[in-house]
């Protein structure tokens, strides 16, 4: 198997993950279909939505950055219903899809934001559970990863919670080479070779993970504690942590 490399400046713009995104709606309008690659996404978003209503009982604003379709949003509704929501995302028919079937099931306002996590000016102690699933491995240098998370904290009311779902990389090369074996015999059994050599290139090209090791330091550096791993397998995990009250 052999993969292409993509240095910083080789990366795609957020324009060209937009149009990919746009293109795609319809697919990741279904969790079981539109996201068979990510390995166990399903038992992840219901492993978030409990924690996160469990744990953040009064909760009555939601952010969802990258929200896509909205299967994330409409997983913690079925948890704790008529939040207000606030969706972020790339796409404007992401969003447009995620309104439709958000508002459905909710009573709550719901506030569309087009744009990327990294330019988009949120309030300060404006909402109370944020939620970043499959949209933080866009980030590229350390300072990226430091504001953005500093400015979710931030955002955060005081006893809020903010929970990732994400592809993480590892510390050690020999323990990466194994979970990245592991994820690409995963992606060969749900289709074949040429799938998951397809999947692995845009890894290579739109991404830039980070290891949950790293995440959860920062994430404890902007002030957030009670971490917790809700799930980890292979190259992703589930996780988030609490502003202090």
């Not at 949120?122 to 990863?145: G, M």
Request: aromatic share 6%; proline share 4%.
């Amino acid at each position: 198997m052999s993969v292409k490399r993509y240095g910083p400046a080789d990366k795609s713009s957020p324009d060209e993950i937009r149009r990919r995104f746009d293109a795609d709606v319809e697919r990741f309008s279904n969790l079981e279909t539109g996201q068979t690659s990510t390995v166990d996404a399903r038992l992840a978003m219901d492993q978030i939505a409990i924690a996160a209503t469990r744990s953040t009982p009064a909760a009555k604003h939601v952010l969802d950055l990258g929200c896509g379709a909205g299967n994330y949003t409409l997983r913690l509704l079925q948890e704790l219903p008529n939040l207000n929501a606030t969706l972020v995302d790339l796409s404007q028919p992401m969003l447009e899809r995620a309104r439709e079937r958000i508002s459905a099931v909710t009573s709550g306002t719901i506030d569309l934001r087009q744009g990327d996590v990294r330019e988009l000016d949120i309030p300060l102690e404006s909402t109370d559970i944020i939620l970043a699933a499959a949209v933080l491995h866009h980030l590229r240098t350390d300072e990226e990863w430091e504001s953005v998370f500093q400015k979710l904290v931030a955002a955060l009311r005081p006893g809020g919670s903010l929970w990732v779902f994400d592809l993480v990389e590892h510390e050690h090369p020999a323990v990466e080479a194994i979970q990245r074996e592991g994820y690409g015999n995963y992606l060969t059994a749900l289709k074949d070779e040429a799938y998951r050599d397809h999947v692995f290139d845009y890894i290579a090209r739109e991404d830039s993970p980070r290891s949950l090791t790293y995440q959860l330091g920062v994430m404890q550096a902007c002030g957030l504690e009670r971490l917790d791993v809700l799930h980890k397998h292979l190259c992703f995990a589930a996780f988030g942590g609490h502003r202090p009250r």
